[in-house]
């Protein structure tokens, strides 16, 4: 089991910056790769931004260049770091990590950027 708990959320003017955390614990040592997630209202789940195990990193291209994924091992947290917000940026955020085929998550977190 893992249990995960973001923090960080809130709402902010669009162009303005804000740093998501996501705190894990249990099983971390076998956790394969952390990635934040976000759902707009009426909209599916999608893959933000990913880091694996190796530390190799992977974003979805409305975010690339604006968010930046981190983690720091001995915290066991993740960050992401939101830069240049939209609108669009606007969706509740989820902690996921993944280990082999089986994903866990965060209770997520709302992000909420105006225009």
């Known amino acids: 089991q893992v249990q995960l708990v973001e923090s960080g959320g809130g709402l902010v003017q669009a162009g303005g910056s804000l740093r998501l955390s996501c705190a894990a614990s249990?099983?971390?040592?076998?956790?394969?790769?952390m990635g934040w997630y976000r759902q707009a209202p009426g909209k599916q789940r999608e893959l933000v931004a990913a880091?694996?195990?190796?530390?190799?990193?992977n974003y979805v291209d409305s975010v690339k260049g604006r968010f930046t994924i981190s983690r720091d091992n001995a915290k066991n947290t993740l960050y992401l770091s939101m830069n240049s917000l939209k609108s669009e940026d606007t969706a509740v955020y989820f902690c996921?990590?993944?280990?082999?085929?089986?994903?866990?998550w965060g209770q997520g977190t709302q992000v909420t950027v105006s225009s």
């Open positions: 996921n990590a993944r280990i082999y085929e089986y994903d866990y």
């Open positions: 249990g099983r971390i040592f076998s956790i394969n790769r």
């Open positions: 880091i694996t195990s190796g530390g190799s990193t």
